[in-house]
């Protein structure tokens, strides 16, 4: 019967070729076949991926470690071997004929090296709609803030405070409900803001990767719309030196960075490499088409080390980054009341805009420190079998200061920020994790956090110690047609707040708990068609500012105020992604709906407040049941040999049943097209491109009523260009770019931009980023 | 063998220690600063201090917040005042002086001090109108009443804590009298438009 089969499969194998032969003459196709192996012990690795680069194509290895491909051309094939425990290895085989290899894994003595790969490959939940930012679309970024950076990816957007404030959304929800994941941590600031960007270098990843869904279940309920994943790339773990140099230059701003980075293993201290990096940044004002805006400045200091050291059966990890900014803020982007604010949105050009550029930052601004430390360790308990311990302290200061310094000379002497945020996280988490065992593998798990939080200055949202704890697991079921997870969560979450009222102090204390769940499978009818499912269920206990906020909103002439009924928010949602390829023409479509109970939002009530700097309209944090449900579009395709031709749409909903009326916040819908020629020059010259885009944003027209201070802006398109090369000389290449962004000088406001009630936004802006690899020296 | 893994132990080590090196004096959560020890500015209360420059008889009007903004709502309330009237008598003259307090301080601080040691960078403003004339004055239509401003500062431009008011020579319904004090670091000029807002108060004024 086997026999027979393969009989067939050859007998259409040689038809198929020989029809080939007679339409197009010169392409013959082979049969690539295999076996994978572990190099150590000889043993036959079920479950590796055989990836062929050109097309994706797919193959698991068989029982025996077994693979077969069929009908290649002729000539190189780049072939990608991942097996979990192992980093990706790349494999160019010629094909001259029918050939068969056998691809001898490094298993053990890599899988050592290398629990970082095997985190990142079980980290996420695979059957939930994965974007990533790496290689040469991460290099177009360099010198944008984590936020900006992010939103090349289809169905992220960001909230705006300006040009160098983004906060990220997925899917038009942001805040507490974007986890976001600083090599491999929780990162744990003062999420509560809107104007509080992720404390984040980008220049630490050599990946972004967004999951968008839930994932509720590996990282805690409140990840509710998805994750952004910060990963470096492996420490080394071959003998070898290696460094990077990175530096951006802008013309807006006349901003500068440079970001250095330096890792090495070392022939004599084996077991132990490291790597030590860090990026300086300065930009000044911004320009909008028509004027300067004052006091945008930015100043950037971050630095990181990261350490490991492996044994045969355990090893250890340490990363400690520090991340310093100060932000200067618009000043003219300011409204002390309400009159001010229609002031500002009537005018003509709004105040503090200026003729000159200066790189002076005053008040207003934001000085920002953020220090994470990290340490993992990790066992194999038993073949297949993996347990690791995790524990991770962060440190994170905000002070801002108001735009009017004190009047009193001696306060105003001392200069002390006006809000002074200071919280301190600690966090633990023990896991076990298993390997293939019959086509299952998965992990199960326990989290801890402790995090407190002081105010030092005005009283915005209470001091508070929050205690988290949370026991998961999730299992998936691997085959080449299909693949099943499911997993579930329980969380516990304890929240004491201090505060006063008056002279009484207040203390209450809430308990939440609830269970989060996902199940999803991943289906490959054919090699050219994945279909993605995914259902789960996810929660988020009120946030402290949600809860107990009280006070003016600095800059926004707005008062918001806390609602301490407020219940837990539950989420249930739902996707479908399709990834279809048909030679070079790829479509992903990702169809998503999240069903919303109690969704915690910020409502106006339909009443202002007297303060003695005028009546404030008084925002209050409202519950309702809602929906956001969308579809993200791309299709991009290979023109000719050298055109390549992309395009981007996200359209979005969200609507709040309980008042029968949109959502507010929501990103419009949008649509980019992107054309992109590129070639060879010669063996020096290599990589060469040019590329053309444009992005249309259309005005969000569905907007609650009398939600806003103002309408929405109306819509907007942006053209862009890029060139770039890779020079390779003495075998030292350079990545050399140079951009044009808002070449037209479009002037523009964005709905999800807070300075939309004060300015135009950024104009046109020239880029020119330079990337130097260095191999000092490499063992290999 | 044993030598490269205590090497490597101590730098761990030492870079643990690195770490933990920036020492944190925060205070402790259960502690919070209790509202009248912060050492944030905060103006709780306007007083118009009206006197009759005859009979030198003083009535005060007062707006105030004394728990800043949110918590308890902000009152007006002075001598003879339960709300935002201001009752003047046809054909007088009074002086105004208007004084801004901190009274979540204790003793309570008094800001308008402050103001006139930043009068170049102050104005107060009577229903947003720009003063003109010397001593620079506005009028009020719809009270008739004419302010003038008796302090001038370092630039001889008005500022507005010390004023003369002149009632018409009939009564007069109730109608708005706003008070503003706006801050225009470096871009005072005497008029309304520019700079930000510190007080914004709305009385009425009412002529008997």
Redesign the interface.
């Known amino acids: 019967m086997q026999f027979k089969i393969w009989l067939l499969k050859w007998a259409i194998t040689i038809l198929c070729t020989a029809i080939s032969h007679s339409f197009i003459a010169q392409v013959s196709l082979y049969q690539l076949s295999g076996k994978v192996i572990d190099k150590d012990n000889g043993e036959e690795l079920e479950g590796t991926f055989i990836i062929l680069e050109k097309t994706n194509d797919t193959k698991v290895t068989d029982e025996h470690g077994r693979f077969k491909f069929v009908n290649l051309e002729e000539g190189p094939h780049q072939i990608i071997v991942r097996h979990v425990g192992c980093r990706d290895t790349s494999i160019l085989v010629t094909l001259k004929k029918n050939t068969s290899i056998t691809i001898r894994l490094p298993h053990s003595a890599v899988e050592l090296s290398q629990i970082d790969v095997m985190d990142k490959q079980m980290e996420a939940l695979k059957t939930q709609h994965v974007d990533e930012l790496s290689g040469k679309n991460l290099d177009k970024t360099r010198g944008q803030n984590l936020g900006d950076a992010l939103q090349s990816i289809n169905g992220v957007t960001n909230l705006k405070t300006g040009s160098s404030i983004s906060k990220p959304m997925i899917h038009g929800m942001q805040g507490y409900r974007v986890l976001i994941l600083n090599n491999g941590i929780r990162q744990e600031g003062q999420q509560w803001g809107n104007e509080h960007a992720p404390e984040i270098d980008p220049f630490i990843a050599q990946k972004l990767t967004v999951v968008m869904g839930a994932q509720a279940v590996r990282y805690g309920s409140d990840a509710i719309a998805g994750v952004v994943l910060v990963e470096p790339n492996n420490l080394p773990d071959t003998a070898s030196l290696r460094s990077e140099l990175n530096l951006v230059g802008s013309s807006n701003g006349k901003a500068g960075t440079a970001s250095g980075m330096i890792e090495g293993y070392f022939d004599k201290l084996k077991y132990f490499s490291w790597r030590l990096q860090g990026t300086l940044k300065k930009s000044g004002n911004i320009k909008t088409p028509n004027y300067y805006l004052k006091n945008t400045g930015v100043e950037e200091n971050n630095f990181s080390w990261a350490t490991s050291y492996h044994r045969k059966r355990w090893g250890v990890e340490l990363f400690y980054s520090q991340f310093n900014s100060k932000i200067g803020i618009f000043s003219g982007a300011h409204a002390d009341n309400l009159t001010d604010l229609m002031a500002s949105f009537n005018a003509h050009k709004p105040q503090d805009s200026l003729a000159n550029f200066s790189y002076s930052i005053s008040r207003p601004y934001q000085l920002i420190s953020h220090e994470l430390a990290k340490s993992k360790w990790h066992w194999h308990i038993a073949s297949r079998w993996v347990a690791s311990f995790q524990y991770a302290y962060q440190y994170n200061i905000r002070k801002e200061y108001d735009k009017h310094p004190p009047l009193k000379n001696a306060l105003a002497a001392l200069n002390k920020p006006e809000l002074d945020y200071r919280i301190t996280s600690q966090s633990g988490e023990l896991m076990i994790e298993h390997l293939n065992i019959k086509s299952f593998r998965g992990q199960m798990g326990a989290s801890y956090m402790n995090q407190q939080n002081v105010y030092l200055g005005r009283f915005f949202i209470p001091n508070y110690i929050n205690n988290t704890f949370g026991i998961f697991a999730i299992e998936r079921f691997v085959r080449q047609h299909i693949e099943l997870e499911a997993g579930l969560r329980y969380d516990y979450k304890n929240l004491k707040s201090y505060y006063y009222i008056g002279q009484q102090l207040q203390k209450p204390e809430l308990h939440f708990s609830n269970l989060s769940w996902n199940m999803g499978s991943i289906i490959k009818p054919n090699k050219q068609w994945h279909i993605v499912i995914n259902a789960g269920s996810a929660w988020r206990a009120p946030a402290v500012n949600e809860l107990y906020s009280d006070g003016i909103h600095q800059g926004l002439g707005s008062i918001e105020k806390g609602n301490k009924q407020l219940k837990t928010e539950q989420v249930y949602n739902f996707s479908v992604a399709s990834l279809w390829q048909l030679q070079n023409l790829k479509t992903e479509l990702n169809i998503y709906h999240n069903q919303f109970e109690n969704y915690i939002y910020l409502n106006p009530s339909n009443q202002t407040e007297l303060t003695i700097q005028g009546a404030y309209p008084v925002f209050v944090y409202q519950q309702a049941q809602a929906r956001i449900s969308g579809i993200d579009a791309k299709v991009s395709g290979q023109l000719m040999k050298h055109i390549e031709l992309n395009s981007k749409a996200m359209l979005l909903r969200g609507w709040n049943y309980t008042i029968n009326d949109y959502l507010v916040y929501m990103p419009s819908d949008r649509y980019s097209l992107n054309a992109k020629y590129f070639t060879d020059i010669n063996a020096m010259i290599k990589d060469t491109y040019i590329e053309l885009g444009y992005q249309y944003i259309t005005k969000q027209w569905h907007v609650p009523k009398q939600s806003d201070f103002a309408p929405p802006p109306q819509a907007y398109g942006l053209l862009n260009a890029e060139l770039g090369t890779s020079i390779i000389f003495n075998k030292q290449r350079i990545d050399i770019s140079f951009s044009a962004t808002n070449i037209l000088n479009t002037v523009y406001r964005d709905y999800l931009d807070r300075f939309r009630y004060f300015t135009d936004a950024i104009g046109r802006n020239y880029t020119i980023r330079i990337k130097v690899p260095l191999t000092i020296y490499d063992k290999q | 063998m044993k030598t490269?893994f205590k090497?490597?132990l101590t730098?761990?080590m030492l870079?643990?220690i690195t770490?933990a090196c920036?020492k944190?004096n925060?205070?402790?959560?259960?502690?919070?600063?209790?509202?009248?020890n912060?050492?944030?500015?905060l103006?709780?209360?306007?007083q118009l201090m009206l006197e009759d420059t005859v009979t030198h008889s003083l009535t005060t009007y007062q707006?105030?917040?004394v728990?800043?903004?949110?918590?308890?709502?902000?009152i007006y309330g002075g001598t003879n005042q339960s709300d935002s009237v201001i009752h003047l008598l046809q054909n007088k003259v009074y002086s105004c002086r208007i004084l801004l307090l901190d009274e979540t301080k204790n003793p309570i601080?008094t800001?308008s001090n402050?103001?006139i040691?930043?009068a170049e960078d102050h104005q107060v403003f009577f229903n947003a109108l720009n003063p003109s004339g010397t001593p620079p004055s506005v009028f009020l239509p719809n009270s008739m009443l004419t302010i003038k401003y008796m302090d001038l500062d370092a630039n001889n431009k008005p500022l507005g804590l010390n004023t003369i008011w002149q009632t018409p020579s009939m009564p007069m319904n109730k109608s708005l009298l706003k008070v503003e004090l706006k801050?225009q670091p470096q871009i005072k000029d005497g008029t309304y438009?520019?700079g930000?807002?510190?007080?914004?108060?709305e009385f009425k004024v009412q002529i008997n």
């Open positions: 490269t090497f490597i730098i761990s870079s643990l770490m920036k944190k925060d205070p402790s959560p259960e502690n919070p600063i209790a509202p009248n912060d050492e944030t500015e103006i709780t209360t306007i707006f105030s917040d728990d800043g903004v949110g918590g308890n709502p902000a601080d800001i402050e103001v040691n930043e801050h438009t520019p930000n807002t510190d007080i914004q108060v």
